[in-house]
């Protein structure tokens, strides 16, 4: 039944590795040996490096293009902050010099009525009338860009002389009122505004409908006498005869002044007479007493509103946009007492102009970073000086960006560059994909030849052999193929695959009539007898154990 294992092997070993070794002629060369088991588990080796490399690109590419992104965007802000900073101390230099130049232009007009009274020498004060006072004062203001500006020219008047100054005022009126008619074109006449005109120094009672009423203040008193415009203000009131020292915030300026022989600034809320969105609305603006002297002594002042909003509306600052501005006082707003609280008002300013928002700090917290604060009008002037509860203000003007702003600093630049890296790695792990698909389609084709190969042992040799045959071809040094393992003889290379086996049975057998049959069969039906046979002769020798 079974043959010597060192004969099959030595027979049959010598023949295949002759055959293996042959390189001339058309007999192709058979490619070293993989086990399939072995080039399975380098294959997933090699998936699971691939795919820890395609990790490792993918947080390398996270890595670089979130750092682009933010990279690119801190530069964005930096280019935002840098042009906010440039812009708001363009326009705190600019509002600085338009303070500057607002009071240097009372205090010069405030020396020309003086040097006026004297010139006249038939007057004395506080019977003295400003010749082409609305001519004068439209110059002035002209200066500061106001739309809707108001001066009023009024004189200090002892009590003993208000009926007189009264009647002073009523006197001079008409000739006053007809000038300024004539330079400012307005629809109002003569007559209409002596109508309007109170005949004694007054004040109005603010809870019956404005009612005019004799002033209530004892000691001295300060009417207006002459106003720019002369055209009543938004209630249909003219201010000849009114009595300033009514409204508390003017006169606590003069005690000020008067102390100080200087300039002082204050706030009031006032009716928004300019055009805009808050047009006939009460806000708050500031007002500056400016006093007139005579020989060391106060004998009136220059009273002139100083509208904010209208204020920015004409700085003439180049690309003054998306802004809000802040004006702080070292006093309390309105008051001129000095407390903790309502001592800003805020307003934005964009390409439409500026607009009043509020007695509060209206900027958005987010921007505190990119506060740019700056002193714009500091007095300097001793404050001890000064009765209690009075304050002097000096003001601070703080600029804040706004979302607005921001935004036209903000471009597609950091997406585009990010988006360009991300196409980087995309288009370079296309690459190593198809690179990778071209391997693994050369892999493919080889795992199927060694697939082939194993099967083609698996059907020659015995199991046993077979195996030993993989160790062989996996240690040999000569690279000669799987079959060149067999044995000696020329291209052997080595020892045979022999074993001794004392104890052993050789079966002789013969198929009678085989020749003559098969001469007359297909030979596929000669495989399939020699098949039969010899899978009937392994099974036998399967179950009884024995090797063949």
């Known amino acids: ?41 380098e294959e997933k080796a090699v998936t699971h490096t691939k795919i820890l490399l395609l990790f490792v690109l993918l947080l390398a590419v996270s890595g670089a293009a979130a750092a682009t992104y933010i990279v690119m965007e801190e530069e964005q802000n930096n280019d935002f902050a840098d042009a906010f900073a440039g812009l708001a101390k363009e326009v705190q230099t600019v509002s600085q010099q338009k303070v500057d130049q607002i009071f240097r232009a009372l205090d010069a007009y405030a020396l020309f009525i003086s040097s006026q009274a004297r010139e006249d020498g038939n007057s004395s004060w506080p019977f003295v009338t400003v010749r082409d006072y609305s001519k004068k004062s439209e110059k002035i203001v002209e200066l500061f860009g106001f739309k809707r500006p108001a001066i009023n020219f009024c004189l200090l008047v002892e ?64 009417p207006s006498l002459q106003r720019y415009p002369v055209e009543p203000e938004i209630l ?11 409204i508390t915030e003017i006169a606590d300026l003069f005690q000020v002044s008067s102390l100080t022989f200087g300039p002082t600034l204050g706030f009031t809320q006032l009716i928004d007479y300019s055009e805009g969105p808050t047009y006939g609305q009460w806000v708050i603006d500031s007002q500056i007493v400016q006093p007139i002297t005579e020989n060391g002594e106060i004998v009136g002042i220059l009273w002139l509103r100083l509208p904010w909003r209208e204020f920015f509306d004409n ?31 805020s307003f934005s300013i964009d390409a439409s102009g500026a607009v009043y928002l509020g007695q509060f700090d209206a900027h958005d917290k987010q921007y505190d970073d990119h506060l740019v604060s700056r002193m714009i009008l500091d007095n300097d002037l001793d404050e001890d000086r000064l009765a209690a509860g009075h304050c002097i203000h000096k003001l601070t003007l703080d600029l804040y960006p706004t979302k607005e702003l921001q935004e036209t600093f903000h471009t597609i630049e950091p997406v585009a560059y990010t988006s360009v890296v991300v196409a980087i790695f995309a288009f370079t792990s296309l690459v190593f994909l198809l690179y990778d698909y071209s391997v693994r389609r050369r892999q493919r084709k080889f795992m199927e030849r060694i697939v082939k190969q194993d099967q ?77 046979i010899y899978g009937g002769f392994d099974k036998q020798a399967y179950r009884h154990n024995v090797f063949k």
Not at 193 to 205: D, G, R, S
Not at 236 to 246: E, I, S
Request: glycine letters at 10%; aromatic letters at 10%; hydrophobic letters at 35%.
């Open 236 to 246: 249909g009131l003219v201010t000849t005869n009114y009595d300033f020292f009514a």
């Open 315 to 345: 700085l003439n600052v180049d690309g003054l946009f998306g802004m809000i501005a802040v004006i702080r006082s070292s006093c309390d707003i309105g008051v001129g007492a000095v407390v903790d609280t309502a001592n800003e008002i």
């Open 456 to 532: 083609i042992v698996s059907n020659v040799f015995p199991t046993a052999i077979r195996d030993r045959l993989y160790e062989s071809g996996q240690k040999g040094s000569d690279q000669e193929g799987l079959l060149g393992t067999l044995g000696g003889g020329p291209g052997g290379g080595g020892a045979p695959l022999a074993d001794l086996f004392p104890e052993t049975t050789i079966a002789f057998a013969d198929i009678a009539g085989f020749t003559a049959w098969a001469s007359a069969r297909e030979p596929a039906q000669v495989f399939i007898l020699l098949e039969t």
């Open 159 to 222: 009590e003993d002389e208000k009926e007189e100054f009264a009647s002073f005022a009523i006197a001079t009126a008409p000739g006053w009122y007809q000038d300024s008619l004539d330079n400012e074109g307005n629809k109002y006449t003569v007559d209409e505004l002596m109508k309007l005109t109170i005949p004694f120094v007054h004040e109005y009672n603010y809870t019956d409908n404005y009612k005019p009423i004799p002033t209530q203040r004892t000691g001295s008193v300060l």
């Open 1 to 41: 039944m079974s043959k010597s294992t060192s004969d099959w092997s030595t027979g049959d070993s010598n023949g295949m590795s002759h055959h293996s070794s042959s390189n001339g002629g058309d007999t192709p060369e058979i490619p070293e040996y993989v086990a399939p088991d072995v080039a399975n588990r």
